[in-house]
């Protein structure tokens, strides 16, 4: 079982940054990617960012490439989201979700993922 904690969340204007981050339980290569996740009210739960623990492959959506940066640190098994150049459509619930190495799903997927933090808020005004 993992555990995943996410912190960091709040209010910021449009243009500002936040950093977001999430604690796990588990220090070893499974899960092999961890990811980033947002829900809007109303919207469904859609793909922010992933990166593996081991080498580094990263995966963006679209929607906030050149503006979000996820990072891992394996020794203190935290994972990161910072969030640059925010903009009001960017608020939303974040979630930190851990996706096992046995899990052939996309990445890109919530299905994929088997592990899932509280979620923390964002909120961005114009």
């Known amino acids: 079982q993992v555990q995943l904690v996410e912190s960091g969340g709040g209010l910021v204007q449009a243009g500002g940054s936040l950093g977001l981050s999430c604690a796990t339980s588990?220090?070893?290569?499974?899960?092999?990617?961890m990811g980033w996740f947002r829900q809007a009210p109303g919207k469904e739960r859609e793909f922010v960012a992933a990166q593996t623990w081991i080498g580094g492959n990263t995966f963006y959506a679209d929607s906030v490439v050149g503006r979000f940066t996820i990072s891992t640190d394996y020794a203190k098994n935290t994972v990161y989201l910072q969030m640059n150049n925010l903009k009001p459509e960017d608020t939303a619930v974040y979630y930190c979700?851990?996706?096992?190495?046995?899990?052939?799903?996309?990445?890109?997927?919530?299905?994929?993922?088997?592990?899932w933090g509280q979620g923390t808020s964002v909120i961005v005004s114009s």
């Open positions: 588990s220090r070893t290569s499974n899960p092999h990617l």
């Open positions: 979700a851990a996706k096992s190495l046995g899990n052939s799903g996309s990445y890109n997927r919530p299905l994929s993922y088997d592990y």
